[in-house]
């Protein structure tokens, strides 16, 4: 069972920045794919950026060019830098891996931007 904790949310203005962070209770090796997920109120969960092993880094086009995706393989941990934030980037943002055909999914950090 794995398991995941995010944490780094909050409120900020239009423009700021945050960087959030997904702990893994294992080793990132284990998994072939990880990524962030957003879900805004009345809105479906959508992809924000995903790293597949042997396929590399995908970005949703809403945040291309402002949102990094990273990973600490020491602290088996990864993150989500996000940058020049708009109001519409408010939403809970979510943790996923996929460990083989197995997914899991963190609690969620808010993240709120003001205008």
């Known amino acids: 069972q794995v398991q995941l904790v995010e944490s780094g949310g909050g409120l900020v203005q239009a423009g700021g920045s945050l960087r959030l962070s997904c702990a893994a209770s294992?080793?990132?090796?284990?998994?072939?794919?990880m990524g962030w997920y957003r879900q805004a109120p009345g809105k479906q969960r959508e992809l924000v950026a995903v790293f597949t092993s042997g396929v590399g880094t995908k970005y949703a086009d809403s945040v291309k060019g402002r949102f990094t995706w990273s990973r600490d393989n020491t602290k088996n941990t990864i993150y989500l830098q996000m940058n020049s934030l708009k109001p519409e980037d408010t939403a809970v943002y979510y943790c996923n891996v996929l460990q083989g055909v197995r997914g899991y999914w963190g609690q969620g950090t808010q993240v709120t931007v003001s205008s």
């Open positions: 294992g080793s990132i090796f284990m998994f072939n794919a």
